[in-house]
């Protein structure tokens, strides 16, 4: 690709104002604090320990979802060379780079609590057949190496995607372009593996009984889907601001084409594991159905297939949406869909007889959430360009038309 970045006449250059977010920074990190301080009092009480432990799961898998999300659309604009997104591509590699923070608030859970949540974690050889024939994967050496690899090697993909893009931004170089295209196609399928290994060592691991081949593409479902919500409340957020003027309802309906597009992927691939399990009917794979719909988990696992398809599934088929403020309402119930379904996944297998809400879910949720949105602001958000201002295809995107 040749450097053509000169016949390009970007708009002014937009550097975020921490000032402009007013008191959010300190409220963010008050809010974070208090709630991990009230969380880690389940964590030193015995009684609570084990409530404590579900819920610091359910809410550190929600936002690593979140986090790993804006990773994946960070490496498909690269791998396939997009044009539409680069106006809004600073922001899905903002929020890309809050992946290696998310995974450390594992760490409470693998030093603190691996045995109360992951009942193989204590197990000795001959306890159990079945573990036994798992041992070369569940086992504390290789539990650990597995953490370790996902740290790295998405901080790495995350941190050098960034970096690349912001150096584009001081010299406009198109080799950068061609780096972040390598980089994008091979983080693609590393960020997958990462997620489907992470799933089913935090949450298939919760019955190390159960499986499913089909995990790890639910979960990435899931977590696309809610990375592009994330990435277009990020985006208004900033627009009403006054920053992102480059960006226009054109954008918003290709990231509503997206948010259409996974939530029917989402809808598939649940849809797909339901009915191979419901058909094969072997017990090992409809344990986790079976405790789902036990009770008042039934009502969660019902509405979780309404909510999260049938209804925003309508709304979204509409072009006009796509181009109004009701796309917002729409991100935030995907993010929300995302909440319940990790809630339902984790949950149950703490709380078997039914629903039991604890103070715990939502310490732990705003604890770890507060955390990461204070990063986010202070850490991430103002340390580059707001957008890719020297990007060879930026004319191409600010001329989006669907």
Request: aromatic share 18%.
């Amino acid at each position: 690709m040749s450097d053509h970045s000169h016949e390009i006449t970007p708009p002014a250059v937009e550097t975020y104002d921490i000032k402009r977010a007013g008191s959010a920074p300190k409220i963010l990190l008050t809010v974070g604090i208090a709630g991990i301080v009230l969380s880690f009092i389940g964590l030193c009480y015995q009684p609570w320990r084990m409530q404590f432990a579900y819920s610091w799961l359910f809410s550190s898998f929600y936002f690593f979802t979140l986090c790993v999300g804006g990773l994946f659309w960070t490496c498909l604009h690269h791998a396939t060379d997009s044009e539409w997104s680069v106006t809004v591509r600073r922001q899905m590699e903002n929020i890309a780079k809050v992946t290696p923070i998310s995974l450390l608030f594992f760490l409470p859970l693998i030093i603190f609590c691996a045995n109360d949540v992951w009942k193989w974690w204590n197990l000795h050889p001959g306890e159990d057949p079945l573990l036994d024939g798992k041992s070369g994967y569940l086992n504390h050496t290789f539990f650990w190496i597995r953490w370790f690899v996902y740290i790295v090697l998405l901080g790495w993909i995350s941190h050098s995607l960034w970096k690349r893009s912001t150096d584009q931004d001081k010299d406009g170089a198109a080799r950068h372009t061609l780096i972040m295209r390598k980089l994008g196609v091979g983080g693609i399928p590393a960020m997958g593996l990462c997620i489907t290994f992470s799933a089913a060592d935090y949450l298939m691991g919760l019955d190390y009984h159960w499986f499913s081949t089909m995990w790890g593409v639910y979960l990435f479902a899931g977590a696309a889907g809610s990375g592009m919500a994330l990435t277009v409340l990020i985006v208004n957020w900033l627009k009403n601001q006054g920053y992102l003027q480059v960006v226009n309802d054109e954008h918003f309906h290709t990231m509503g084409k997206f948010l259409l597009a996974f939530t029917i992927f989402w809808a598939y691939i649940g849809f797909d594991q339901y009915m191979l399990t419901w058909y094969a009917n072997i017990p090992e794979e409809t344990s986790y159905f079976r405790l789902r719909n036990t009770e008042t988990w039934w009502y969660f696992s019902q509405a979780l297939v309404v909510c999260r398809f049938f209804l925003p599934f309508p709304v979204l088929l509409f072009q006009f949406i796509k181009k109004n403020k009701i796309i917002l309402w729409v991100s935030w119930w995907i993010l929300g869909m995302q909440i319940l379904d990790m809630y339902v996944i984790v949950l149950p297998a703490l709380h078997r007889t039914g629903f039991r809400p604890s103070l715990f879910d939502l310490f732990s949720f705003v604890g770890i959430g507060g955390i990461l949105g204070w990063v986010f602001l202070t850490k991430v958000l103002g340390k580059s360009y707001l957008y890719p201002t020297r990007d060879p295809r930026l004319l191409l995107s600010l001329k989006l038309s669907n």
